[in-house]
């Protein structure tokens, strides 16, 4: 008989190819978002809340031991969290009030005394004690897909990721395990900036999260846990994250809009011994310039001597920018919604000031139709449709562009490509040279917690991208492949053991 004493988090189907990528993750993801935005009890439907339980206890290894108990006996995906001793009722309340969203249940067992005197203002049942009929109380329902076909999906893109999320019940789910496993890595967001769609909400938010946690098992064999939260006040989500953070071994940020994403992530980097990654800045940024240096050898152009132009400066934009100058860009060139962002500029915040200190350095004024005249590179990062065939037309003589809003790219590939773009590359998997973020979190997050690695550094995320950019052989690159598969399994485990061997501690 098994002795189970960890559990592990596993897609509900094995992601094997591009088209289920894509269902389980970008474009497709983005349907069941719209859902649950626009009916909240949507999310019982196409997420695994309704079989997702948290046990909240003081002591880490009890609160695992309920959350196995809870598995091997219900079939309940039961996610242990611990908080101090010293947490205030008060605290708890507000963090319960606020996480909630992620489950059907909290069990409060373990700490039954503490919390006996506490009235939780939630729709889902706390257990702050014992109960004759767990099942019951929870009501938790689990769906057990192991027999899904995906051909068998009708439809679009949208229609069949519906679909498969609906009849799966998400695409995550635990699974118990003898063998010896890290703590979850937690995968935080408020919902503020989803894909495409900007503010949805943090429930709304849940399937990316599970898709990404989907992504971390396939790729890295990391486990990871969905833990949105309902306050989008940054010092609310600094709070909330810090309260729990010993249930942790580590904490990826995701979908949370400038400039709270950049407060967050610097303050629980201050606060917290374990590593603090913003996905949508620096995933962002290491695959573009992994893309980016490929696309360049094609090019038989240098870094350092190209004009590029990048459209958008939320979380993406800013890392994106950054890391280039990092590694040696000298001339970009940023717009927004307020046009072309240079020293000075009244609408420039503390944030936009400091990336105006690092760009524009011929002080360019206008629109994004005026500074992308003679521009080697295009990056958008922004919305779909803003980068016009005419557009393409001012640029250098076969231009590179990165059109990277999700689900709907700044430009088509076949309209790009019609205005005499070189290399075109989207957030999507349905076309070339994807840019997807699942290049670069799985394997960094695998080296950052087996190389006891608690600060992600400029260092760090350019070795990330130059190993992925070497892992497409020089005899295949090519204007239509100029990145890795997103599937490719060497991959995460290149960038774990570069990252180990490099940046270890001790």
Do not use: W
Not at 3 to 31: C, H, M, N, R, W
Not at 418 to 431: K, L, N, P, Q, W
Not at 472 to 483: A, C, G, M, Q, R
């Amino acid at each position: 008989m098994p002795q189970y004493k960890y559990f592990k988090t596993v897609p509900k189907i094995p992601i094997e190819d591009k088209d289920t990528l894509s269902l389980v993750y970008t474009p497709g993801v983005g349907a069941s978002c719209l859902k649950i935005s626009q009916t909240p009890e949507a999310a019982d439907v196409y997420t695994n809340k309704i079989n997702s339980v948290a046990v909240i206890g003081f002591e880490y290894e009890k609160a695992l031991e309920r959350a196995i108990f809870l598995k091997s006996v219900l079939m309940i995906d039961a996610y242990p969290l611990v908080i101090e001793r010293e947490t205030s009722k008060e605290d708890l309340k507000f963090a319960v009030e606020n996480i909630d969203i992620n489950f059907c249940a909290i069990d409060l067992s373990l700490i039954q005394d503490f919390v006996s005197d506490i009235d939780f203002s939630v729709e889902i049942p706390v257990l702050k004690g014992q109960t004759e009929n767990l099942r019951d109380f929870f009501g938790a329902i689990s769906r057990n897909v192991f027999m899904l076909d995906v051909s068998k999906l009708k439809g679009d893109v949208s229609e069949r990721s519906l679909q498969l999320h609906e009849l799966a019940g998400g695409v995550i789910e635990t699974e118990l395990t003898e063998q010896k496993r890290n703590k979850p890595v937690a995968i935080i967001s408020d919902g503020t900036a989803v894909l495409g769609y900007g503010n949805i909400g943090a429930l709304a938010s849940i399937p990316v999260m599970e898709g990404k946690a989907a992504l971390y098992s396939e790729l890295a064999d990391l486990d990871s846990m969905c833990f949105c939260i309902k306050s989008q006040n940054p010092q609310d989500i600094i709070k909330i994250t810090k309260m729990f953070a010993n249930s942790f071994s580590g904490i990826h940020l995701e979908d949370i809009a400038a400039p709270a994403c950049f407060e967050i992530e610097d303050r629980l980097s201050a606060l917290l011994d374990i590593p603090v990654f913003h996905d949508d800045q620096h995933g962002t940024a290491i695959i573009v310039l992994a893309g980016l240096l490929n696309a360049l050898v094609l090019e038989e152009k240098e870094l350092s001597n190209i004009k590029i132009v990048i459209a958008g400066a939320g979380a993406a934009g800013t890392a994106v920018a950054k890391l280039l100058a990092f590694a040696g860009a000298k001339n970009i060139v940023m717009d927004d919604i307020n046009g072309v962002i240079y020293k000075g500029r009244e609408q420039n915040d503390k944030y936009l000031e400091e990336l105006a200190q690092i760009t524009n350095p011929n002080d360019e004024r206008g629109e994004l139709k005026d500074i992308i005249k003679n521009a080697d590179v295009f990056i958008g990062l922004s919305k779909g449709g803003l980068l016009t065939e005419e557009m393409v037309q001012l640029m250098e003589y076969r231009p590179i562009v990165f059109a990277l809003a999700n689900p709907t790219p700044e430009i088509m590939p076949e309209e790009a490509k019609h205005a005499g773009v070189y290399i075109i590359s989207t957030g999507r998997s349905d076309f070339e040279n994807q840019i997807n973020n699942s290049l670069a979190f799985p394997g960094l997050f695998k080296g950052l917690i087996d190389g006891h690695i608690n600060r992600v550094t400029d260092e760090i995320k350019l070795e990330c991208a130059l190993t992925i950019a070497s892992m497409v052989p020089k005899d295949e690159l090519s204007t239509e492949n100029i990145l890795p598969d997103a599937l490719d399994r060497m991959v995460p485990l290149r960038i774990a053991d570069t990252i180990v061997e490099r940046f270890k501690k001790g």
